[in-house]
């Protein structure tokens, strides 16, 4: 996977060597020599990574990271912190700050493109929600650094070769965190499945794969997203790098520090979090897409993509269907008279007794204005019109109220049927069956049904 890095240093060399590295591995590489110019490169062109070196003059790494993780721009971008330090003080320091991993100085090259590549798998998912919500023109609904805990709480399964081991990191770990430890990877898949948040694994052990569980755990759709922290030690480059490669989301050095633990925890949880509320603002987003907001029925885009596929099961004879119009008659008076915000509140009414007059797989939309458009799959003419007409009685001896200091109105709706078959020319043909059958409703006194009966030789109106 190739991709924009982004390096902020303020020694030339130090860039010249970090953009052969990674331009030698196909990577795009934009550079800057400190915190202001990074920031600013940042909002402009979007890396899908940012190595950021710590040791900087006016604005070190420490507090341009906390700018590019306050601000909605870039918060979703992964930091690496480059840095010569090499105190666990720093490193706490850093993830605080919101940088999601670290490379010491010398870099080993292996641990910068497993690291580079572990990442950028990563902000690819995040990237593609993103990029779907402002698709849907909801970018301004994205949740913001500001919008999430500073720390937990989260469902914790820690995965030791002992009790006694897995007791240790729940103490380091303190308040706040539901922990359950488990020394059996086999009773560690069917935890996971049970609302876990986060899954820390000892991969330091021979008493049990490690790798071999993270490798399940990314191989079931169910768990694919859920984040990933192993423990090795230090010497074990080969397991780590093996460990990013199969998607643990991040690595902690044993002996594990306390302060570290809880900052690294929290990081995936927030992250965790974070994509959690991009996933709802996307649903939410597809909802409205296809919902009409003032009834809360099917809009006319679903209504049209459902329709397609009625039509292709007819068409290859799974089943045939039946589209039913309905407009409310004389809807324009109840507009004049009572104005349009009692005009709003019986199409809500209409709304909720369609939705109550018919089967759980019939698709009710509303078509626009006062008409309305109920799909039923699987349904022959006989039970359409027998619905219908249930329908139809039940308007006719309800009271619509429009007010609180008004009282309650009576209102009629005409209905016109037609058949999905086969031998159909086509949906817009049957919505037009269903629409000349309205017409027809409406101009033979209204508060009526009329079915259109259609071969492929003639079309005929039946009312009822």
């Known amino acids: 996977m190739t991709g924009r890095i982004l390096i902020v240093d303020d020694m030339e060399p130090n860039i010249r060597v970090l953009t052969a590295k990674l331009e030698a591995e196909y990577y795009q590489v934009i550079c800057a020599m400190n915190g202001e110019d990074a920031i600013e490169m940042a909002r402009n062109n979007s890396p899908d990574l940012i190595l950021l070196d710590v040791m900087m003059p006016v604005m070190d790494g420490f507090q341009t990271c906390r700018r590019l993780k306050n601000d909605p721009l870039t918060q979703h971008i992964p930091v690496v912190m480059v840095t010569a330090l090499d105190g666990q003080q720093d490193r706490v320091l850093g993830l605080q ?9 010398p870099i080993d090259d292996i641990a910068l493109f497993a690291r580079v590549r572990s990442l950028l798998r990563l902000n690819a998912g995040l990237e593609e929600l993103r990029s779907h919500l402002v698709v849907n023109q909801l970018a301004d609904g994205l949740p913001g650094a500001k919008d999430l805990p500073a720390e937990g709480p989260g469902k914790l399964l820690i995965v030791e070769e002992s009790q006694r081991l897995g007791q240790r990191i729940v103490k380091k770990l303190g308040a706040g965190f539901d922990c359950q430890i488990v020394v059996d990877q086999r009773q560690a898949y069917d935890l996971i499945g049970q609302g876990v948040d986060l899954v820390l694994v000892n991969l330091a052990t021979e008493v049990f794969d490690g790798l071999r569980l993270c490798a399940r755990i990314r191989a079931d759709e169910a768990t694919r997203h859920l984040p990933i922290l192993c423990m090795v030690n230090p010497e074990e480059k080969d397991r780590t790098i093996r460990a990013l490669d199969m998607g643990a989301n991040d690595i902690l050095e044993r002996p594990v520090e306390r302060h570290e633990l809880r900052a690294r925890v929290n990081t995936l949880l927030q992250r965790r979090l974070y994509v959690a509320k991009l996933r709802d603002s996307l649903d939410q987003s597809l909802e409205m897409a296809f919902l009409d907001q003032l009834t809360g029925l099917y809009n006319r885009r679903h209504m049209e993509k459902e329709l397609q596929e009625i039509e292709l099961r007819a ?52 078509f626009g204005g006062e008409e309305f458009v109920v799909l039923m799959p699987g349904a022959d003419m006989l039970s359409a019109q027998a619905a219908a007409e249930r329908f139809r009685s039940r308007i006719e001896q309800a009271n619509f109220s429009i007010g609180e200091d008004i009282e309650p109105i009576r209102i009629t709706v005409s209905c016109g049927l037609a058949e999905v078959s086969a031998n159909k020319e086509g949906i817009s043909k049957s919505l037009s069956h269903a629409d000349a059958a309205l017409y027809q409703a409406k101009n033979t006194g209204r508060n009526r049904i009329v079915a259109a009966s259609v071969t492929p030789h003639h079309n005929s109106l039946n009312e009822c």
């Not at 700050?97 to 100085?105: C, E, N, Q, R």
């Open 315 to 366: 068409q290859t004879g799974i089943e045939h269907s039946v589209i039913m119009m309905v407009d409310i008659d004389r809807f324009k008076l109840v507009n004049d008279t009572w104005g349009h915000q009692a005009g709003d509140m019986i199409l809500q009414q209409v709304a909720s007794y369609l939705i109550s007059s018919f089967r759980a797989i019939d698709i009710v939309c509303r």
């Open 97 to 105: 700050a919101g940088a999601d991993d670290f490379l010491s100085k």
